[in-house]
């Protein structure tokens, strides 16, 4: 396989509190990458510092034919070359309000890589068809249900064309009966062949879906491997220990 990102020696520290200390893991073009862990183990920094919405302090970074040393301070039009290459999608949607469904879709293609409307409307509704939204083109975000605002944060990530697309607990602000279906849409981008880096707080899923595991905790991976190894037969005590809270009632 070949590798699509590297992550060497990744820190991140938010005033005294180091969050990341010593970062190191690898992701194969076309794998699905799950990162579990407890709440403020640095999960979501993890996943921010991929697309450089968080800056890291140190470490070097390669996504794709972008590589960046963050000890280095780089220069925004790099740290732009770099953010392109991967598409986030929130935990809370941030949709544009005041904007349809296809609007929003557009909006990066259009006026971040400055494709032509028509180009980017048909590979819009494309890709809101794939994901069972294609009769949604013309509603506001206010008209969609929680699961169905997911999934055109999915879409406007993936109308970038990245290269790798990264979701920071995609079903963690939707009620229950609203996860299974961006779950869903998930699943068939993996069986795609899509690169993906979720953080998850879903075991079943990331035991289905990824290629490999990263447990961290306190700042650092404690556990890594095919979820076999990590979820079914974990060797860690931390990770034990976690997963063991997760199935108590």
């Excluded at 598409?87 to 557009?106: A, C, D, R, S, Y």
């Excluded at 013309?138 to 109308?159: C, H, K, T, W």
């Excluded at 279906?181 to 879906?209: N, P, Y």
């Amino acid at each position: 396989m070949t590798e699509l990102i590297s992550v060497q020696g990744l820190h991140k520290a938010f005033g005294d509190l180091d969050v990341l200390r010593g970062i190191d893991f690898t992701v194969d073009e076309g794998t699905v990458t799950a990162v579990i862990g407890p709440s403020g183990s640095g999960k979501t920094t993890l996943l921010r510092s991929l697309n450089a919405l968080d800056l890291p302090d140190a470490g070097v970074i390669r996504v794709a034919d972008s590589t960046i040393d963050f000890s280095t301070r780089p220069q925004r039009e790099a740290i732009a070359e770099y953010r392109a290459q991967s598409g986030f999608v929130f935990q809370n949607h941030n949709l544009f309000p005041h904007k349809t469904v296809m609007e929003n879709v557009i909006e990066g293609p259009v006026i971040v890589q400055k494709r032509p409307v028509a180009e980017a409307t048909a590979d819009a509704r494309a890709l809101l068809d794939s994901v069972g939204l294609g009769d949604r083109l013309d509603s506001y975000p206010s008209q969609l249900s929680g699961g169905q605002q997911q999934r055109v944060g999915i879409v406007r990530a993936l109308a970038m064309k990245p290269k790798v697309l990264l979701l920071d607990e995609p079903t963690s602000a939707l009620d229950p009966e609203l996860v299974g279906g961006v779950l869903a849409v998930i699943k068939d981008l993996a069986s795609q062949g899509w690169t993906m880096v979720v953080v998850t707080h879903e075991i079943a899923f990331a035991r289905k879906v990824a290629d490999q595991v990263l447990f961290v905790d306190q700042g650092v991976i404690a556990e890594q491997g095919p979820p076999s190894d990590v979820i079914d037969n974990p060797t860690e005590e931390r990770t034990i220990q976690f997963l063991r809270r997760l199935t108590e009632v």
